[in-house]
């Protein structure tokens, strides 16, 4: 078996990669084992340093990588560059949380028996990247970034929709890594479905990040769950976000509907942060308004696989088959790549009920819009959404009273709340939270971006009345990595 | 059906309590699904309020705790008269973890779009607490305190054990609670192994707390996972916690045989962190010197069950069936209720193979003993072993080298290293862990002790462009909870 790359635009191919065999796979996760002890002992500076590698790599392979994803993925060039800078802009933004420390936790009781409380690393991870953000949660992504800044090296699974991109990245990186000093193996590539359930199968494997569909984070998840040592699954998967418009922001609801295209067919519709679910006001017209909008925005959706396009053209369907209205549905201009709608689909927000497909995910650039009578009806809709990674709110401003009790309601929804902005867009940054409650990933209390995505990867141990000399570096008398620490309760940061 | 309370020492009947109905589960999940908005948002400092509420009236109540308490457990009544203050403590203690808001990990970001990062309590827990620690870990124990600590409303479990003492420990504990302020409902409590799988299949019910079996764990972990909002199980389960006595250590075994006697009959050997393996080096005649310690205490184990009592007796024979010897078993006096064996069984470490019954968990004053040859076989046995909840290395001291290389080592394979101690006794402190790997634990990076475990009840949320007045407290610019957070990178410690 082979992966086989395809230009999106034009459905021709670009080459093919051979799926790794069971050995190969085996000789990956060993090999990873054999690096785990090494790299975990390791000062997180060194670890820093590392990342910091291969981030200078990207950024000195821009071009060429901007050009091979482009022709695998067609999501433009100017957004792969950026693509490239934010994926070495996360390297060193993790290996920079790393060295900070406070991820370890690092704690000392010496009151009664002496207790040192330090997290270490699980072992070796294994890295599922989204077909969507190649380069930003693709094989050198947030997930291999922040799990060898925490101490685990990574196997990664090459994409199916970029298989040729995740073999150079990971060239790339191990070279890099390799010239930085970092043992062999700390990063592994693996190729093709049947390698990918091998691996989470290998009992090697400590955890898993997987960016992408439910139903490929949930086979994951359930593979794991029947390992004879069951591990971590940390599945950012997604849902239908939602975005809620007050009544005293209707007012404004052309505007509005300008924003929500911009938002819901960025990447063609291809964020897992895209925004699914308008509720607005009664009396609005607001599918009328975002129909509009799309419209003039004429954008023409080239998918990432095929796929993913047939899925779009049959996900509209649904909706309609479901009680949905197609307002509008923009086609692109007749072409043999994998191009899809941007539609806009109306529907009476009785009918949005557990259980409806109006309430599933739609990928791609393809928005439900509903209309509210009063907050009572708003908040029944809300009541029936699947938990979400992230809500946005559009208001009237700090004294719209609706905004306040919506901010507070959503919080408890979703994983990030958004005001008078839009939710895709998810800054890679230490207040960053980019999760959500069952199904939106299978982890909740987790992020697969931001400081906390190292939290993933490592679990504590506490060390009782054991000798300072012997004790992990952080929970030392002598705090010889200068870590922020609590000493009999009291916070220490170094300064 | 009804859960019938017995006396271990004789048999007899205390009493008996009605297995809740179904629609009592409902109307219990209700009324903490009602009371948990409140709950939640409530100052840190308040909940702090209602738990030192709870642990006076504990403390308040101790003769007739622990007369009814050594009624149903015969863990007798020193040990009980320390487990009240005990689970008073713990409720004082997370009351302070709480108010000093380190665990809410509130994080600020302003450069960018300005991203507020805190942490919001799950919903109402379930808790089901241990057979053998019916205070410590009963209905106000540690699960219970770290909830309501972390601003979750708990439905708990009376335990079959002891379901006279949890149903005093409710009606106290909500007494308590009222008194103080906290809205009804905090704490409810259902009775019944139906009542107990109704709770945890209940949609309102967020995350389940759990110490005891392996066989109870997994159940209700494998329930929650067939939920359609699939929920995080903390279940403490425990399996064999290895005690590795080094070479330089070996010229102390009588001493250690004392030692290892006291901890494994602790409590009849009724703890999730009794020493159940003992690795010396070969030629030391360690099974015969622990079998000479364990006539000397001539320790006379009473059961808190007929069902463990009984599990006992057959252990032994299945540790012999696998190829142990039967060293010692120390029975006690013919009595009419729950008694059962201490006993000391002899392996050969080549025995100590995966799969075994020589390496699972057997309740009860039980332990195995091995020799090793030398490290190479001492770590071939090691790396065998399951998670374990902790670990004690036996040495000669600081200078001891092979102290050090086992310290890091199992510090791998469990959640707490002892080293010249013994891992029965949890100190509920800031730096305590206590979990561990898979499947000592279902989930590692959990403890259900110290500090950590109102970790366990929250998840993050992050709040984008949220004027100031419509964030939660931790969060807002005057940081009126006076919280310590992280704004632009940098920790900020409230003085």
Not at 24 to 39: I, M, S, W, Y
Not at 43 to 58: E, M
Not at 112 to 119: D, I, N, W, Y
Not at 348 to 375: I, K, M, N, Q
């Amino acid at each position: 078996m082979t992966q086989v790359s395809y230009d999106p635009r034009t459905g021709g191919i670009n080459g093919e990669v051979g799926d790794s065999t069971a050995e190969e796979v085996r000789a990956a996760v060993r090999a990873a084992a054999v690096a785990a002890p090494t790299v975990a002992a390791l000062s997180p500076a060194v670890r820093r340093d590392w990342l910091v590698a291969v981030a200078d790599a990207l950024e000195s392979d821009l071009d060429a990588l901007v050009a091979l994803a482009d022709a695998e993925t067609a999501l433009g060039t100017a957004r792969l560059a950026g693509e490239v800078q934010r994926a070495a802009g996360q390297l060193r933004f993790y290996g920079a949380v790393a060295a900070e420390g406070s991820w370890l936790g690092a704690t000392l009781d010496t009151a009664g028996p002496h207790l040192a409380r330090t997290k270490v690393p699980l072992g070796p991870v294994a890295v599922f990247g989204a077909s969507n953000f190649p380069l930003g949660f693709g094989v050198v992504g947030n997930d291999t970034a922040s799990a060898i800044a925490a101490g685990c090296p990574v196997v990664a699974k090459a994409h199916p929709a970029h298989p040729l991109l995740s073999e150079r990245l990971a060239a790339l990186a191990r070279a890099a890594l390799s010239t930085a000093g970092a043992p062999e193996s700390v990063l592994g590539l693996v190729t093709g479905q049947q390698a990918g359930v091998d691996l989470v199968r290998s009992p090697e494997i400590a955890a898993v990040g997987f960016t992408g569909s439910q139903a490929g984070g949930l086979a994951l998840w359930r593979i794991a769950n029947e390992r004879e040592v069951v591990i971590p699954v940390y599945a950012e998967m997604g849902t239908v976000n939602p975005v809620v418009v007050t009544q005293a922001a209707a007012s404004r609801m052309a505007e509005i509907a300008v924003g929500l295209v911009g938002s819901f067919t960025l990447g063609s519709g291809q964020f897992c942060t895209k925004p699914g679910l308008l509720l607005a006001p009664r009396g609005v017209d607001a599918a009328h308004e975002v129909a509009q909008a799309l419209r003039s925005a004429a954008p023409a959706p080239v998918m990432l696989t095929s796929a993913i396009a047939a899925a779009v053209r049959a996900g509209v369907e649904e909706l309609v088959a479901a009680g949905g209205r197609l307002v509008v549905a923009v086609e692109p201009a007749p072409g043999s790549g994998w191009d899809a709608p941007a539609a806009v689909v109306e529907v009476d927000a009785h009918r949005l009920v557990p259980g409806s497909r109006l309430l599933e995910e739609c990928f791609g650039a393809v928005v439900v819009v509903a209309e509210y009578d009063d907050p009572t009806e708003r908040d029944a809709v809300l009541d029936r959404l699947q938990g979400a990674l992230a809500a946005s709110v559009v208001t009237d401003g700090p004294d719209d009273p609706e905004g306040a009790v919506l901010a507070r309601r959503l919080g408890g929804q979703v994983g990030r709340v958004v005001v008078d902005d839009w939710p895709t867009g998810v800054a890679y940054t230490w207040a960053q939270h980019h999760g959500g409650p069952w199904p939106a990933t299978s982890a909740p209390a987790a992020t697969s971006v931001g400081a906390g995505a190292l939290d993933r990867f490592v679990r504590p141990v506490t060390f009782q009345d054991v000798p300072d000399a012997w004790l992990p570096e952080p929970v030392r008398a002598a705090n010889p990595w200068r870590v922020p620490r609590r000493v009999d309760g009291v916070l220490e940061v170094p300064r």
